[in-house]
């Protein structure tokens, strides 16, 4: 004869009458019998017996750890009676969830993050800064009262370490307080924001000697004018292409061998920021 309980941890603030398990009795021959459970003397307090669960029954909260809990169950239809002690664990609840991140600063349908460093360039038009808005209510920039839309060739704006940045043609100005406020040129960091390959030629011929071009990688940076001095490196395990300053080229001598598509990932990595591109010759 065994006694059984579905479950042996609760919170412990869990209100009075929580279910913590529902009982459940067998005989030797595994048959489910029809019981009344009790608790026996010593076992009441914390915890109750409701029908065939056993439940909270303090109020408020009490402390974690372990209690031991005795039951008894006696057939109700049939000759049965069986003990069994459970060790309850209550556990402190868990923590409440994070809050979920804010949703990405959105330009002209474009999305930037707030650490990502990119930027976003854009003629005259409406701006929102939807997670910026004291509100919550999308609008447009306003630059010292005037529409971004007053300010003609490109704009563009930054997040840099949280902070988010635009430049006019001349001036810079930083969002503080619900408002774009002027201000002097910030420190960014230059960060990689886009990654592409130039290809001479979609195919190769498979005499090419080691060293051949295959493709370019041409780098566009988070501010005008800075340089990509990071790394660029090629996921490649045929040995089939290899680096050579900016350029993707053959590792080896080609021969008939080498007929086929072949396909590497070319990443590059700069201040801690990474792209990555896919190239097929």
Not at 186 to 212: I, K, Q, R, W
Not at 230 to 255: E, H, K, Y
């Amino acid at each position: 004869m065994s006694l059984s309980i579905s479950n042996l941890m609760v919170s412990n603030n869990a209100p009075p009458g929580s279910v913590v398990g529902v009982l459940s009795a067998q005989n030797e021959s595994g048959q489910l019998i029809s019981c009344n459970f009790s608790l026996t003397k010593g076992s009441s307090g914390s915890f109750a017996i409701n029908g065939n669960k056993l439940v909270t029954a303090w109020n408020g909260s009490t402390v974690p750890g372990y209690y031991s809990v005795r039951i008894s169950a006696v057939g109700t239809n049939t000759r049965f009676s069986t003990r069994a002690t459970f060790a309850i664990q209550v556990v402190p609840p868990p923590p409440p969830p994070s809050a979920p991140p804010p949703p990405p600063l959105s330009v002209d349908g474009s999305q930037i993050s707030p650490l990502s460093g990119s930027p976003i360039r854009t003629k005259d038009g409406s701006w929102s800064f939807g997670p910026l808005d004291p509100d919550g209510v999308n609008a447009p920039i306003l630059l010292n009262g005037a529409s971004a839309e007053n300010f003609h060739g490109h704009v563009i704006a930054v997040a840099n370490g949280g902070q988010l940045y635009v430049r006019g043609l001349t001036v810079w100005w930083v969002w503080q307080g619900g408002q774009f406020i002027q201000t002097s040129q910030p420190t960014l960091t230059a960060l990689p924001v886009a990654l592409t390959l130039t290809l001479p030629s979609p195919t190769m011929t498979d005499n090419a000697p080691v060293g051949t071009v295959l493709a370019t990688a041409n780098v566009t940076m988070s501010q005008d004018g800075s340089q990509f001095t990071g790394t660029l490196t090629v996921s490649d395990t045929t040995g089939f292409f290899a680096i050579s300053g900016m350029n993707i080229v053959t590792a080896r001598a080609l021969t008939s061998a080498d007929d086929g598509m072949h396909k590497a990932t070319i990443t590059v990595q700069q201040s801690g920021q990474f792209l990555s591109a896919r190239l097929s010759i």
